[in-house]
């Protein structure tokens, strides 16, 4: 489909310490480089989300839980 790249950071919770690690969730926009053929009409009615992730680019916000680890914080799963 494309590949999501990070537009601005809107919001992100206190860390909190969970299982032993410190987590927090930030709250994103985002810009999408899309193939070609997903912003065609035709796809959108196929595949609606797709279609919404395409025309959200810049104002639909997403989020995503992150932990903290020696590295830094990375992407974790909820």
């Known amino acids: 489909m494309g590949k999501l790249i990070l ?8 860390p909190q310490a969970a299982g032993g690690d410190r987590r927090t969730v930030v709250t994103y926009t985002y810009r999408i480089v ?12 196929v595949f609606p989300m797709v279609g919404r992730i395409v ?24």
């Open 7 to 14: 537009d601005r950071i809107v919001a992100w919770n206190t």
């Open 34 to 45: 899309a193939a070609h053929w997903a912003r065609k009409p035709e796809i959108e009615k």
């Open 55 to 78: 025309k959200g680019e810049g104002t639909l916000q997403l989020e995503q839980l992150f932990r903290l680890t020696k590295e830094g914080w990375v992407p974790a799963s909820p």
